[in-house]
Nanobody, 120 residues
Framework: VQLQASGGGLVQAGGFLKLSCAAS????????MYWYRQAPGKERELVAS???????NYPDSVKGRFTISRDNAKKMVYLQMNSLKPEDTAVYYC???????????????WGQGTLVTVSS
């Protein structure tokens, strides 16, 4: 089971980007899906989360600018980022609680990260 994130890049302040993350492998179910980010010299922080039923949660720093969504059939999670600011510059990671055919438990899986750079 793995997560593959994509969509990062360089964008000017005020611009937008959409990140995607695909889950693959012998997956039985995906519970909550997340996006985290880690800026240079800072701790990793939660950016958004979405349950399998579509309930979302955001920290105040991105609320109103970022939107998380998912396609359960495609095993995808997305992060639409609008009105980007230089302080949004970070490596963005997708994360999910996934149950595979090999386990009765949900295990935490991390994607490899995709770099988002916002220039001023």
């Amino acid at each position: 089971v793995q997560l593959q994130a994509s969509g990062g890049g360089l964008v000017q302040a005020g611009g937008f980007l959409k990140l995607s993350c695909a889950a693959s492998g012998s997956i039985v179910d995906i519970n909550v899906m997340y996006w985290y980010r880690q800026a240079p010299g800072k701790e990793r922080e939660l950016v958004a989360s979405i349950t399998s039923g579509g309930s979302t949660n955001y920290p105040d720093s991105v609320k109103g600018r970022f939107t998380i969504s998912r396609d359960n059939a495609k095993k995808m999670v997305y992060l639409q980022m609008n009105s980007l600011k230089p302080e949004d510059t970070a490596v963005y990671y997708c994360n999910a609680d996934i149950r595979s055919v090999w386990s009765y438990k949900y295990l935490e899986v991390w994607g490899q990260g995709t770099l988002v750079t916002v220039s001023s």
